[in-house]
Antibody
Framework: EVLLVESGGGLVPPGRSLRLSCAAS????????MHWVRQAPGKGLEWVSG????????GYADSVKGRFTISRDNANNSLYLQMNSLRGDDTALYYC??????????????WGQGTTVTVSS | EIVLTQSPATLSLSPGERATLSCRAS??????LAWYQQKPGQAPRLLIY???NRATGIPARFSGSGSGTDFTLTISSLEPEDFAVYYC??????????FGGGTKVEIK
């Protein structure tokens, strides 16, 4: 069974940083792209970033480009999202999502349960 | 960026009825469209990928159709567990991978 467990969320003041982690199991992690998708309270889904199996292909939403950095550690089956210069509109539930193929443009399938990030003073 | 517009925003139906949800893209996405279901307090679940392919374990009452700019998710006969929010998402033009705003299927 594919399992994705996010961690690292919390309450942080505007302008500060936070690093999210996702521990993956139940599949061959380095065969698949991975994604972060967020959902603001009471709102819809927003794709944040995706990374190819070998980290060679990476994409970001315009809303986070230059502030967030996605990375992965295939040896430890882990995905990360470094979030800098956080703003109030970054407040959301952040999901780790498994890709359907090796590159992020193949889309997504299995989702974790999410970790909550709240940006507030 | 490709914009996906879902309609209606809310669909009020009774169990056993047929549900038809629409997703329209601002430009062609070929068949590179997926549908997800999200229940309250839960993560989204992939239902359909590449417009018409059911994901693993998805019941046959869910079907997807369309190509280019117009897509439809059909639930042939609503079960109580199908009342949820449904999102479409394109992977044709990236980044970003974009989602529609969602359609809520509620009990009438």
């Amino acid at each position: 069974e594919v399992l994705l467990v996010e961690s690292g969320g919390g309450l942080v003041p505007p302008g500060r940083s936070l690093r999210l982690s996702c521990a993956a199991s139940g599949f061959t992690f380095d065969d698949y792209a991975m994604h972060w998708v967020r959902q603001a309270p009471g709102k819809g889904l927003e794709w944040v970033s995706g990374i190819a199996w070998n980290s060679a292909g990476i994409g970001y939403a315009d809303s986070v480009k230059g502030r967030f950095t996605i990375s992965r550690d295939n040896a430890n089956n882990s995905l990360y999202l470094q979030m800098n210069s956080l703003r109030g509109d970054d407040t959301a539930l952040y999901y780790c999502v498994k890709g359907r193929g090796a590159y992020y443009y193949f889309g997504m399938d299995v989702w974790g349960q999410g970790t909550t990030v709240t940006v507030s003073s | 960026e490709i914009v996906l517009t879902q309609s209606p925003a809310t669909l009020s139906l009774s169990p056993g009825e047929r549900a038809t949800l629409s997703c329209r893209a601002s430009q062609s996405v070929s068949s590179h469209l997926a549908w997800y279901q999200q229940k309250p307090g839960q993560a989204p679940r992939l239902l359909i990928y590449d417009a018409s392919n059911r994901a693993t374990g998805i019941p046959a009452r869910f079907s997807g159709s369309g190509s280019g700019t117009d897509f439809t998710l059909t639930i042939s006969s609503l079960e109580p567990e199908d009342f949820a929010v449904y999102y479409c998402q394109q992977r044709y033009n990236w980044p970003p991978l974009t989602f529609g705003g969602g359609t809520k299927v509620e009990i009438k």
